[in-house]
């Protein structure tokens, strides 16, 4: 990991945007994924998927939620310490991905704030959405991110 | 999947509770999702752990969410039509998951509502609750869920 561009809650500021590249969803891989971890018939198998309410093969909601895991680490937005997600405050899948389609991330900052209970922590709200090809959303999510705060010598007396 | 136990709106009710049994979470197949969808270092390397703000290896939180819904497919709870996924109220990663955990879900009905603009359709809330072998929860989220429900010959005069 490049140090010199890790950043810390000082240097974020709300309005502040973040774009990956793209990450293409090979169809075998989503069936893979959704073998071990979400093996409803209409993810792993073609006649099921028309049959079901997506009316064709499509990834798990799960898989494209770790895909944008994987595109945000991509972007610039590098917190010292990583990206650490405390939750969400909401999720919503708006489109099916269908194997072949092309993701990527839009993110903006949209709340920067110190911990109220921990000096050297704060907090901020980014709102991460997926786009396929079509330039269409297909997830949106809002994440709490715990941001370490830049702390001067005299104050890391402590453990 | 055993049709007989495939269910419509109609059967859920507030206070339902569903459970799961329990599953272990390998810390080399954690260390290879991270390494597909979250590759920090604090997921991928011993020593990185150990100085993150984890204090030793994690799992993806990504890793633990996909391992809940796998527990999920496997509760009582079996919407007729599949495990829909329109997206999360809420989402909390309590507790890190580490190598060896035994994990397993609990979850209760918090809401059931048929959908104002489709009538084969309805809404359900499910809390999640994803707990480790010491009975502390790890992962908490509140799930809304498309569930079919039940229609009339009368009313199925569509395509």
Redo the contacts between chains.
Sequence with gaps: ?DQLSERYLEDFVVGQTFGSGRLRIDGERAVA?AA???????HLDEAAARR??FGGMTA???HT???T??LL?ETEFKPA?????????????IRPVRPGDELRVECELIEVRPSKSRPKQGMVKLRITTINQNDDPVLVQVANL?VPRQVTIAETTGP
Excluded: L, N
């Design positions: 990991m994924f071990e971890f979400d093996p409803q018939p209409f079901s309410i798990s909601g799960w939620a770790a895909v895991m994987r680490i310490g990583g990206i650490i997600g405390a939750g969400f405050d909401e999720c919503r899948w715990v």
